[in-house]
C-alpha cells in the first residue's frame, strides 16, 4: 500500500510539475525524452533561427548537439563548424553553452552527435574496419568528452553497410561499439544511436542483438516512410501501413524489432518534428488516396529550411494560423496523419495529435521513451494558433467506456480517494476524463509528448485494472464460491 501512496504522490507531483511548465526539473514521469538539437538551424533566417537559448530544458532530459564529424586524415572526432562550436576567435562557444545547461537543470543529460548525412559513410566504414583506428578514434572521443564535459556519444553513421559503405560494416559496427561501451563503462558515459527503421535496414544493416546489448538507448528514426520522391502522396511516419503487413510502417518497424529481440525500454520511438511537402501533378485533384495520388517526385520548400520537400511543424503550423491562405486541413485515419492541401499542393506532417496517438502507441509497447527530430523545427516560439484535437482519439476511447460502472469499479480499486485520480475524475457517479491543460504556448509538439505520457500511462492503468476486476469476478463466478451467487440463491431459495 505505501508503494501504491506514493505512486499517487508521484502523479500528484508530476502534475505540479507540469502545471508549472517551465520547472527546473524535468517532467517527472520515468521516459527519456531525447531532443536533438541541430547547429545549423541558427542560419535559418528570422523566425526559424534556432539558438541554444531556445532549448525548453524541461521538456527534455537528454540533448544531443548535432553533429560534429571524424575527420578523414587522422580519425579524430572532430568539429565541423568552428565558429559555431567553440569559443576561440570570438567562437559562439556553442559546446560550451549546451554543457552549461545542466548547471540550471540538474535533471539534463547532453550527449554530442557525430555523423549525420553530409558526413556520408565511407570514412567510418574505414576506421571501423581497423582495430587501430578505432582505438585512435575512440581516445579522441573519451578526449572530447572529458574535455567539453558532454554526458556521451550518439552515433549518427548514415549508414552502415550503405552510401560507400561495406557489408562487413555490419560487423565491424559491433566492434566498434563494443569497445567505446567498454571504455564509457568507467566513466558512466552514455551510448546511444540513431538506427534506420527499413525493413531491409534493421537487419542487413545491423547486428541486432549485439547493438541491442552494447547501446545504453537506440534511438530508432520511425520517419521518412514516404515523400515527394515516391511520386504519390503517402505519410511522412504512419503509424499502420496503407495495406495489411505494409513495411512502410511504424508498427511493422517496431513490431520487427520487438520479435526480434530488442529491449522495450531501451527503444526510443522517434518523432519528427517537420513532414513532407509535394506538389500534385494536376490541379482540381478531389479525393486524396494515400499511396496513390500521384505527385511530382519533387516536393517545395517552407520558408525557414529552403529545403525541397521538408517543410518543419514551425512552417507548417505558420501555414494553418495564416487565415487568408488556402490550405484546408484534413485528419487521414488509418495513418494517424494530418495533412493540409490546396489548389496545387499536399503536405503531410505531424500534429499535437498524431504525436499524442503515437505516444499512446509507444506506451501500450512498454519502450523506453522518445526522440525528437529535431527540436528546432517545433513551434519553438508559440507563434502558430493552438491545434485543438490533441486528445481526441483519447476521448472517444474514453467515451466507449465511459458508463460502464466496471470504470468506476477500477478507479475506486486503484485509488484510496475517489476523488484523487488527476485524469479520471467521479462526480456525479459519472466519470469525467480531465485533460492536461497546457501553461505556455511554446513547443506544442514536445510539450504533447510529456502530457500524453501520463495520460497513456493512466489510460492503460485503468484498463489493466478493469480487466483484473473482470477476470477475478468471472473465476469467482466459474468456482461457485461467490459471495454473491450463494446469498442471490439463497435469498431466492428462501424467498420462495
Ligand atoms: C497568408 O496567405 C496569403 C495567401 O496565400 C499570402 O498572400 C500571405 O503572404 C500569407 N501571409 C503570411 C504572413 O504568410
Not at 168 to 178: C, S, T
Request: a negative charge; proline letters at 3%.
Amino acid at each position: 500500500m505505501a508503494a501504491f501512496i506514493s505512486l499517487i504522490f508521484l502523479f500528484v507531483t508530476l502534475l505540479h510539475d507540469l502545471a508549472d511548465g517551465r520547472g527546473l526539473a524535468g517532467s517527472s514521469h520515468d521516459k527519456v525524452i531525447v531532443c536533438y538539437v541541430s547547429r545549423w538551424s541558427v542560419y535559418r533566417p528570422g523566425a526559424g533561427s534556432f539558438d541554444i537559448f531556445d532549448i525548453e530544458p524541461s521538456l527534455c532530459t537528454h540533448l544531443i548537439y548535432c553533429f560534429v564529424g571524424l575527420d578523414e586524415n587522422t580519425f579524430k572526432i572532430t568539429n565541423i563548424d568552428a565558429f559555431q562550436d567553440l569559443e576561440i576567435n570570438d567562437g559562439k562557444g556553442g559546446f560550451k553553452r549546451i554543457v552549461a545547461l545542466k548547471e540550471k537543470h540538474k535533471h539534463l543529460k547532453v550527449s554530442i552527435g557525430i555523423g549525420g548525412w553530409n558526413e556520408g559513410s565511407a570514412k567510418y566504414s574505414k576506421m571501423a574496419a581497423d582495430p587501430k583506428l578505432r582505438n585512435i578514434f575512440i581516445r579522441s572521443v573519451m578526449n572530447f568528452l572529458e574535455t567539453y564535459k558532454f554526458d556521451g556519444l550518439d552515433l549518427n553513421w548514415d549508414y552502415p553497410t550503405q552510401r560507400g559503405g561495406k557489408p562487413e560494416d555490419r560487423k565491424n559496427y559491433v566492434h566498434l561499439i563494443r569497445e567505446l561501451s567498454e571504455a564509457f563503462e568507467p566513466y558512466g558515459f552514455l551510448l546511444t544511436a540513431a538506427l534506420r527503421p527499413g525493413k531491409d535496414d534493421m537487419d542487413t544493416v545491423y547486428d541486432l542483438t549485439h547493438v541491442n546489448y552494447y547501446l545504453d538507448f537506440m534511438h530508432i528514426m520511425t520517419y521518412d516512410y514516404h515523400g515527394a520522391w515516391d511520386g504519390v502522396v503517402g505519410a511522412n511516419a504512419p503509424i499502420r501501413g496503407q495495406y495489411k503487413d505494409d513495411i512502410y510502417s511504424i508498427e511493422y518497424t517496431i513490431n520487427y524489432l520487438l520479435s526480434h529481440g530488442l529491449t522495450p525500454s531501451k527503444m526510443v520511438f522517434g518523432l519528427p518534428m517537420y513532414g513532407r511537402t509535394y506538389w500534385f501533378n494536376t490541379r482540381n485533384v478531389n479525393d486524396i488516396i494515400f499511396g496513390e495520388t500521384t505527385t511530382k517526385t519533387t516536393g517545395f520548400q517552407g520558408q525557414f529550411s529552403k529545403e525541397d520537400g521538408f517543410m518543419g511543424y514551425n512552417e507548417i503550423c505558420l501555414e494553418i494560423t495564416n487565415k487568408s491562405s488556402l490550405w484546408t486541413q484534413h485528419w487521414e485515419e488509418h495513418t494517424s496523419t494530418p495533412y493540409i492541401r490546396d489548389e496545387e499542393r499536399f503536405i503531410t506532417y505531424d500534429n499535437p495529435r498524431s504525436i499524442a496517438n503515437k505516444v499512446k502507441f509507444a506506451m501500450d509497447r512498454g519502450l523506453g521513451g522518445f526522440s525528437a527530430w529535431s527540436i528546432v523545427t517545433d513551434d519553438f516560439r508559440g507563434s502558430c494558433d493552438e491545434e485543438p484535437d490533441t486528445y481526441k482519439d483519447y476521448i472517444e476511447r474514453f467515451n466507449k467506456i465511459s458508463d460502464q460502472t466496471l470504470l468506476k469499479d477500477a478507479l475506486i480499486s486503484l485509488t484510496e480517494n475517489e476523488n484523487e485520480n488527476q485524469f479520471y475524475v467521479i462526480s456525479d457517479k459519472k466519470v469525467r476524463l480531465r485533460l492536461p491543460k497546457p501553461s505556455f504556448a511554446n513547443y506544442p509538439l514536445l510539450r504533447t509528448v510529456n502530457e500524453a505520457i501520463f495520460l497513456a500511462t493512466e489510460e492503460k492503468r485503468v484498463l489493466d485494472e478493469m480487466e483484473k476486476i473482470k477476470t477475478h469476478r468471472r473465476n469467482e463466478l466459474e468456482k461457485g464460491s461467490s459471495p454473491c451467487i450463494r446469498t442471490c440463491t439463497e435469498v431466492c431459495f428462501y424467498g420462495l
